[in-house]
């Protein structure tokens, strides 16, 4: 513990910033924090003795605030690790403003439908982000409270976009997050998540993207560049090591529409998570890789702290379309579980502002990526298309297209319908 706190002290005496393109001083200043924090916790909860843990408080509390600042910085608790302790039980976490108030509305209402009781939070930022309207509209949804995200943490400015997800878990009173974006619509009640044995024994659950070939949108080696700065101890063994991208088999790794957090395991990923969401490293990031997605598998590796990701590639759902004595399936980005039946998708239904043209996707098909393999995605316009066989049997090296069963395809009639309610002119 000397050691730590030797470390954490020399981290704090040094006044000069971390440069935003400088993943390697992050990630190293970030691993000091997470033995800390790791310690104090330890102490905090199973041997609580004063002297000791009011040795490591001062030095972890004073690079908290250099780092991570929010918390200590917000009205409500003293440390990442009081909001820890006050944190409980299991709930979903949205974001959302007011243009895709009314995606939030559609995804709640159908969660509801599918007989889903998780308690659920929307997270925004300031007037300027949710008006008054939407406020009262999400507020009226059954078991949904609404929260600025100022009311817990201290932030200097209000973002509108993806930045403002993993703050939202760390601004949650829950314990056990399913983060969601508002327009992820499941066929499978979202609790499922918390029973995967892999997020249990590890406390953390991603998603894979699809697989487009290394390099689309010039995406790909800047990403590998960022994951062996930020994890440059580990960068011969990463944790993931059945990822596609160090094999230069995809430009995109991780599909952050659904992420599941036990914050009792994933404190610190969870700050370091924000931190690369936050300005001036957001910058680097973004210009490297799509959004906020990857930020969730490059802070786990970074601090090392154990994650799963589930088995199936990206997909699409929707529309089953034959071109050229070829199948493909067009639609939103399609996650199935386990068993190859559909759990969640994204993208929404049809147009996400109110429209005369909706532009409605049909949601009949499924296609799924069997290994990253043998993939053939058609990009050029929206909807993605996934090329693909219809009905092959498992076990087979290409893509696999399916249908919705009787009982999908009714739930899929009500997402429609229930968006054509919400949003036709």
């Not at 399913?178 to 609790?191: G, H, K, N, V, Y």
């Not at 029973?195 to 697989?211: A, V, W």
């Not at 290394?214 to 994951?227: D, E, H, I, S």
Request: net charge neutral.
């Amino acid at each position: 513990m000397i050691s730590v706190i030797s470390k954490l002290q020399s981290v704090n005496q040094n006044q000069r910033k971390i440069h935003f393109r400088d993943l390697t001083g992050l990630g190293n200043a970030a691993r000091i924090y997470k033995d800390a924090f790791d310690i104090y916790y330890q102490i905090s909860v199973y041997q609580p003795n004063v002297t000791v843990k009011l040795s490591i408080e001062k030095e972890l509390l004073k690079l908290e605030k250099k780092l991570y600042p929010w918390v200590i910085n917000g009205p409500m608790h003293s440390s990442a690790i009081d909001a820890l302790f006050n944190s409980s039980g299991r709930g979903i976490v949205i974001t959302t403003g007011s243009k895709y108030a009314l995606v939030a509305k559609h995804t709640i209402t159908m969660l509801r439908l599918i007989k889903s009781t998780l308690p659920i939070e929307i997270m925004y930022c300031g007037a300027d982000d949710l008006g008054t309207n939407e406020f009262k509209m999400l507020s009226m949804l059954p078991n949904v409270r609404v929260v600025d995200m100022r009311s817990v943490l201290g932030l200097k400015r209000c973002e509108k976009g993806w930045e403002n997800k993993p703050f939202a878990v760390l601004a949650s009173r829950f314990n056990q997050v399913i983060l969601m974006d508002a327009d992820a619509l499941f066929f499978q009640p979202p609790e499922v998540l918390f029973e995967i044995p892999r997020y249990k024994e590890t406390g953390t659950l991603l998603f894979r993207d699809r697989t487009l070939p290394f390099g689309t949108y010039g995406r790909g080696q800047n990403l590998v560049n960022m994951l062996m700065d930020i994890a440059k101890p580990f960068k011969n063994q990463l944790l993931y090591s059945e990822n596609r991208l160090m094999r230069h088999m995809t430009s995109d790794e991780i599909d952050s529409g659904v992420v599941v957090w036990n914050k009792s395991k994933a404190m610190p990923a969870i700050l370091l998570t924000c931190l690369l969401n936050s300005a001036p490293f957001k910058n680097h990031i973004y210009s490297n890789s799509w959004g906020d997605k990857e930020t969730y598998w490059l802070a786990h590796e970074a601090l090392r702290i154990p994650f799963s990701v589930a088995s199936d590639n990206g997909g699409a759902i929707g529309q089953l379309i034959h071109s050229d004595g070829a199948d493909m399936v067009c639609g939103g980005l399609y996650h199935a579980d386990d068993m190859d039946r559909p759990l969640w998708f994204n993208g929404g239904i049809g147009s996400r502002i109110p429209a005369k043209e909706l532009g409605i996707t049909q949601v009949q098909h499924w296609a799924i990526e069997r290994t990253g393999a043998n993939v053939k995605w058609e990009i050029a316009t929206e909807p993605f298309c996934l090329h693909g066989k219809l009905d092959s049997p498992l076990g087979v090296n290409y893509s696999h297209i399916g249908k919705l069963t009787p009982n999908e395809l009714n739930l899929a009639r009500n997402m429609t319908e229930l968006w054509v309610e919400l949003f036709q002119l």
